[in-house]
């Protein structure tokens, strides 16, 4: 009995790399058929990678707007009616529509991260004070 036992383990200990690997193939074959069925049947295929940078770039609009201000914006209410959020809003679009639409973002949506960001902004920003200008 205890011979069955030691073979079978040795088996276990051999058989190991070849079964982590084809499970890794599996969950990525699983994966990659997943991703075809969800864009078959909702036409939706985002890029991850596109959309971390139309995010990254609203983002910087943001704080280019901040920085540029003499008072950082830190007391401004800014929402997504704002001018200012429809200045960069306009900016963006003009800058890269084929982007914006590869990824599904509408002037809205776009609005909208942008006032998240001006308010992450914000949070962190303090008020360049008057004794600061003056000196």
């Keep these: 009995m205890s011979n069955t036992v030691i073979a079978a383990s040795a088996l276990v200990a051999d058989a190991e790399p070849y079964v982590v690997a084809l499970i890794g193939v599996v969950v990525t074959a699983f994966g ?3 991703s075809a ?3 078959r049947y909702t036409g939706l295929a985002v ?3 596109l959309l971390a940078k ?3 770039y609203i983002e910087d609009k943001a704080a280019q707007k901040v920085a540029g201000a003499a008072d950082n914006l830190a007391h401004a209410e800014i929402d997504v ?3 200012i959020v429809a ?3 306009a900016k963006i679009a003009a800058a890269i529509p084929s982007e914006l639409k590869a990824v599904g ?3 809205t949506a776009v ?3 942008v006032a998240a960001a001006f308010g992450r902004l914000q949070a962190t920003m303090t008020a360049v004070s008057d004794v600061a200008k003056t000196h």
């Design 37 to 39: 069925e969800i864009k």
């Design 87 to 89: 200045e960069i809003v």
């Design 47 to 49: 890029d991850q990678a």
């Design 111 to 113: 609005a909208h991260k």
């Design 32 to 34: 990659a058929l997943l």
């Design 81 to 83: 009616k704002s001018p």
């Design 54 to 56: 139309v995010e990254r």
């Design 105 to 107: 973002l509408t002037p």
